[in-house]
Nanobody, 122 residues
Framework: QVQLVESGGGLVQAGGSLRLSCADS????????MGWFRQAPGKEREFVAA????????FYADSVKGRFTISRENAKNTVYLQMNSLKPEDTAVYSC???????????????WGQGTQVTVSS
């Protein structure tokens, strides 16, 4: 069973960078498509980025394209979200998600982590 744990969140000034990690404490990881989502206070959860199980295909929300990069190291059971040029509107709880079948922008992934807070000050 995959168990997802996010880390790397924190407080950063606008223009700064953070790298989020999503680690899998279960036994299988490489067969799962992975996604990052975020939810700001009072707003709906929104898609951020996704990566296919083998790491070949990635796609991003328009709001983060060119600033964020998703990657994975299956040997380390970890997915990363490198966030550069952060803006105050990027402030949210960021959660990773996994699914063996679904690979897309909707929150239809089967497994979710608890999330990590990212706060960007102006």
């Amino acid at each position: 069973q995959v168990q997802l744990v996010e880390s790397g969140g924190g407080l950063v000034q606008a223009g700064g960078s953070l790298r989020l990690s999503c680690a899998d404490s279960g036994r299988t990881f490489s067969g799962y498509h992975m996604g990052w989502f975020r939810q700001a206070p009072g707003k709906e959860r929104e898609f951020v980025a996704a990566i296919s199980w083998e790491g070949v295909t990635t796609f991003y929300a328009d709001s983060v394209k060119g600033r964020f990069t998703i990657s994975r190291e299956n040997a380390k059971n970890t997915v990363y979200l490198q966030m550069n040029s952060l803006k105050p509107e990027d402030t949210a709880v960021y959660s990773c998600a996994a699914d063996r079948v679904y690979f897309g922008k909707q929150a239809r992934y089967n497994l979710w982590g608890q999330g990590t807070q990212v706060t960007v000050s102006s």
